[in-house]
């Protein structure tokens, strides 16, 4: 019976970890297609002056920052931080959610 317990715990790891690298190499890709023009290759550049760059951010404040330039934020949001961005805005609007959880873990491994 303990054995069949330790498969069942190491199988379910096992999917885990491979959901996570599936969200890495998902996010790599999504992060490319649709930020990687403004934002560079490896989030080290910014597309306004002043701004610092996304990499490294935290994947939560990535995600929730994306989710209001998707919902369209006013440009008198406070949400947004660094201001309205019609970019954003058109870069979001087709992305799902899981999307939007592969790019933010991408762009918060990157350093």
């Not at 969200?23 to 890709?29: C, K, Y």
């Not at 954003?88 to 939007?100: A, F, G």
């Amino acid at each position: 019976m303990k054995k069949v317990i330790f498969v069942a715990l190491l199988a379910s790891a096992s999917l885990m970890a491979a959901e996570s690298a599936e969200n890495t190499v998902n996010g790599a890709t999504r992060y490319m297609q649709k930020c990687s023009i403004c934002h560079g290759a490896k989030a080290d550049e910014t597309p306004i002056k002043n701004m610092k760059p996304i990499a490294g951010m935290d994947a939560q404040k990535v995600a929730s920052i994306l989710v209001n330039y998707q919902n369209d934020a006013s440009q008198d949001d406070a949400r947004i931080s660094h201001g309205y961005s019609e970019e954003m805005v058109n870069s979001t609007v087709y992305l799902s959610r899981k999307d939007i959880d592969a790019i933010a873990t991408y762009v918060s491994s990157l350093k």
